[in-house]
């Protein structure tokens, strides 16, 4: 089953389950995203990507550059492992990782969540590639991806637990679109998907076929 279809199967069993009014709120914030000019601020195809210095879900300093040393990357920007949509994600990335691995790439995954919550996500869905910290989003903000929750959804993030002062250590509630870069040796760019619609994720299978096309 695609991501996609994991997607749709996870929406039909809790979607009818949210009042009609918050469905509306949510829909309208998404679409008010989509009209803004953010995605045009991300990087993209062709661009050099900045290099960085996270934390892990142990606290160890990981190094994009050492990262690059071997082979190409795959850096997954996800909103936290408080979010549903992330959680599928994570979990596709975990079962396409061999495939990756084959192709001679590394895999991170990036959030702006505390060391301790980044390492309950890696716990819970026992990942095999390293889980970052980018609190404040200072790295998503060097990819053109932070924008801040707005208001009207604050409280129904609540309402459904999702706590992001608590879970990012800050009141700022900024948020990266999630996107999925694969990182050439060169640090350059070699296939960028973002979407401001948070339920729109890429596709494992496609970012091996962009591993595959970069080995070739």
């Known amino acids: 089953m695609s991501l996609k279809q994991e997607i749709e ?25 989509l009209e803004s000019s953010l995605t045009s601020k991300s990087l993209k195809f062709g661009d050099q990507a900045p290099s960085f210095s996270l934390p892990n879900a142990s606290g160890q300093v990981i190094k994009s550059d050492d990262l690059l040393k071997d082979g ?24 396409a990782y061999p495939q990756m691995k084959q192709l001679g790439a590394k895999l991170v995954a990036i959030s702006p969540e505390t060391p301790n919550h980044s390492q309950e996500t890696s716990e819970r869905h026992a990942l095999e590639f390293e889980v970052l910290s980018d609190v404040g989003n200072k790295v998503a903000q060097e990819f053109g991806l932070v924008f801040a929750l707005a208001e009207e959804l604050r409280p129904i993030y609540k309402q459904f637990g999702f706590d992001l002062p608590s879970y990012n250590g800050d009141e700022s509630w900024e948020i990266p679109v999630p996107a999925t870069y694969v990182i050439g040796r060169d640090g350059k760019i070699t296939y960028g998907f973002v ?17 595959r096309a970069y080995a070739n």
Do not use: H
């Open 72 to 95: 190409p990357l795959v850096l997954s920007f996800y909103r936290g492992g408080w979010c549903p949509y992330c959680n599928l994600e994570l979990q596709a990335l975990k079962e």
């Open 9 to 33: 199967k996870m929406q039909q069993a809790f979607m009818p389950n949210i009042p009609e009014d918050i469905k509306q709120i949510m829909q309208a914030v998404t679409d008010d995203l």
């Open 195 to 211: 979407n401001v619609d948070y339920t729109q994720r890429a596709e494992p299978e496609d970012i091996v076929e962009a591993l």
